[in-house]
């Protein structure tokens, strides 16, 4: 049974979205999608209820475990928060008792709460609010909450679980495994909900769905822990059509958000394996008068020797993992090609620890041609049966 909250939000936000379109010239030419003033309902299922109503007791946060990059910031109180831009963060924790709150402040992106497994609870653009969950059984609970939109350079705050005094909290399991995927629109799953083609800002925003994606859906399979650092829109040396020349995805990714602040460090995120998939924004397009490539030639041959660069350093950070370079056979061929000069240089070098999988076929149903749901699926079990085979994870 599905029941309509409580409450309505109505939230203004303002976010652009560049895409990594690459086939129908009637979608090319818009690259930014502003999300205008939304109007908001919050579904909840299987009898789930939140209620803006707080409960008086005293609460204290209980302890999670969380992935995907986060800033953790101490608080006045000594309780911590965590801050993030790349999408598919997570956080999980486990208790015995019958209440548990959340605290949000993020008015920018979409949630999904899993309780004990039971079917889940959607949560659009929250805001600055504590939820309480309402029909809480006591006895033991297990929570996760998974962000499933790209906010891209818009931030979020996640500031923890909060139960009880009397509260116990119950200690969650290591993952032995963790796999890490580094993309661009197709890793993010933009788009990849519609029923449609052709999306406008607010069904794009609404059918992405990073957690219903390829690297979710693989890491999940293994029981891995999983970080997906992707962004719509960019490429190795090339961004889609040309756009914000300044940055790409290589620039991004050495940084925990996208403020090219603070630099990302974790000595405990040490991936087994790590799956990029880039150049679909580098090649997509014709080269613009403007920009610093002169001839197709220039940028391949600009692209390779960037890309060569950026899988040394991964391989260097983390020595142990086995890297995995994703390509499709889109755009007449051009990316296969780059993408295997790009590995023959690195297997030339010495890397051992290193495969291709060239996908292809795929409907590209999503929003503006992009991989669907489906697409996602068949993504997911041709890597889960590479992973097998080459038996790279237990």
């Known amino acids: 049974m599905i029941f309509t909250a409580i409450m309505t939000i109505t939230c203004a936000a303002k976010g652009y ?40 007791a005293e609460l204290k946060q209980l302890p999670l475990h969380s992935s995907g990059r986060t800033l953790a910031i101490v608080q006045a109180n000594g309780d911590t928060a965590y801050r993030y831009a790349w999408p598919s963060v997570y956080f999980e924790t486990a208790f015995e008792g019958n209440q548990l709150e959340l605290k949000f402040d993020d008015d920018k992106s979409n949630y999904r709460l899993i309780v004990d497994n039971q079917a889940p609870l959607l949560i659009e653009k929250p805001g600055l609010r504590t939820y309480p969950v309402a029909g809480l059984k006591p006895g033991k609970h297990r929570v996760r909450l998974e ?38 629109s197709y890793t993010v799953g933009y788009g990849n909900r519609s029923a449609s083609r052709e999306c406008n800002p607010l069904e794009l925003f609404n059918n992405t769905d990073t957690q219903l994606a390829f690297g979710p859906q693989v890491a999940k399979h293994f029981n ?16 889609y059509n040309g756009v914000l020349p300044e940055t790409n995805l290589i620039k991004r990714y050495t940084f925990t958000l996208h403020d090219y602040d603070a630099k990302y460090t974790d000595k405990t995120w040490q991936p087994q394996v790590i799956v990029v998939g880039l150049g679909t924004n580098d090649f997509s397009t014709p080269l613009q008068p403007n920009e610093r490539w002169q001839t197709r030639a220039t940028l391949q041959s600009d692209f390779i020797a960037s ?11 983390n020595p142990r993992a086995h890297l995995i370079l994703m ?31 060239e996908f292809k076929n795929l409907g590209y149903s999503g929003c503006h041609w992009h991989p669907s749901l489906k697409d996602d699926r068949t993504l997911s079990k041709l890597l889960i049966k590479h992973l097998n085979a080459r038996k790279l994870l237990k």
């Open 224 to 239: 891995a822990d999983y970080q997906i650092n992707a962004y719509s829109g960019q490429g190795v040396v090339r961004n």
């Open 327 to 357: 390509t499709s056979d889109q755009m007449q061929g051009e990316l296969v090609r780059q993408v295997n000069q790009v590995a023959s240089q690195l297997r030339a070098a010495g890397m051992v620890k290193l495969d291709i999988i």
């Open 307 to 317: 890309y060569v660069a950026f899988v040394k350093s991964l391989h260097a950070n």
């Open 147 to 184: 962000k499933i939109s790209e906010t891209q350079d818009q931030t979020g705050q996640f500031s923890g679980f909060y139960a009880p005094l009397d509260a116990k909290p119950i200690a969650l399991k290591p993952r032995p495994t963790q796999i890490e995927f580094i993309g661009d």
């Open 17 to 56: 979205i560049p895409t990594d379109r690459q086939v129908k010239p009637s979608v090319q030419d818009s690259r930014r999608f502003p999300v205008s003033r939304l109007t908001i309902n919050v579904f909840l299922f299987c009898g789930w209820v939140f209620s803006c109503t707080l409960n008086a």
